[in-house]
């Protein structure tokens, strides 16, 4: 089944600097991928996704590329700010029935001022 | 739009006793649900699926008589979680996706449950 890494495990930034967290996924076939925000007990918010069809997809300061040949995929946030951190999961969508998604192991990101 | 809800949000118990956790899509028919568990610090553990009408597909090691997931309408899917014991306390949260949206692959999650088994 699918398999999905995450890393780095935790980032810490300053504030304005650039943050970029990186997973990779197994199955080739997969064409879902979704980013998540998830602040201390809060519910995981999704922050951007992409499809297989796209190799990148912008939203202000939040990117997500994705490299199908080496299955890989990156989210990059800019100018970061203080209430940009949080933990971010990525995912995958496994292939079969009912969309189930595989998530990584999550990145928790200080940005510090 | 896209709002889950579940209740309740916090719960204390005896150990033997069991929990039921509603998971309601308040603006959006949702025929799937997923119910995750997540341990301090870790990530999101999908247990089961949930599908309106049908019976729950559980993950693999997840206990289908521990866990009883039932989906009873396109709003509504319950986790119970049947004899707890401390091992079972943890933040249990649900998703679900819009049924005929335009990215059905979305979850939106709800605020989740945190169960303190004693």
């Known amino acids: 089944g699918e398999n999905v890494e995450q890393h780095p495990s935790t980032l810490s930034v300053q504030e304005g600097d650039s943050a970029v967290i990186k997973c990779t996924y197994s199955d080739s076939a997969s064409n879902y991928f979704p980013w998540y925000k998830q602040e201390l007990g809060k519910r995981p918010q999704l922050i951007i996704d992409?499809?297989?069809?796209?190799g990148e997809k912008k939203d202000q300061r939040i990117a997500v590329t994705l490299n199908k040949t080496a299955k890989h995929f990156s989210l990059h946030i800019t100018e970061t700010q203080p209430e940009d951190s949080a933990v971010y999961f990525c995912a995958a969508k496994a292939i079969g029935g009912y969309n189930k998604l595989i998530f990584g192991a999550g990145t928790r990101l200080a940005v510090h001022p | 739009g896209a709002v889950v809800s579940q209740h309740p949000s916090r719960v204390i118990c005896k150990s033997g006793t069991s929990v039921k956790i509603e998971c309601r899509s308040l603006d959006f028919q949702a025929t799937t649900m997923f119910w995750y568990r997540q341990f301090p610090k870790k990530s999101l553990m999908l247990m089961a699926t949930?599908?309106?009408?049908?019976?729950?597909?559980?993950e693999q090691g997840v206990e289908k008589d521990k866990f009883l997931i039932n989906h009873a309408s396109l709003t509504l899917s319950t986790l119970t979680v049947t004899s707890a014991h401390p091992e079972d306390s943890s933040f249990y949260i649900c998703s679900a996706s819009i049924t005929g949206g335009r990215v059905q692959e979305t979850q939106y999650f709800g605020p989740g449950t945190r169960l303190l088994v004693l």
């Open positions: 992409i499809r297989s069809n796209v």
């Open positions: 949930s599908n309106e009408g049908s019976k729950a597909t559980y």
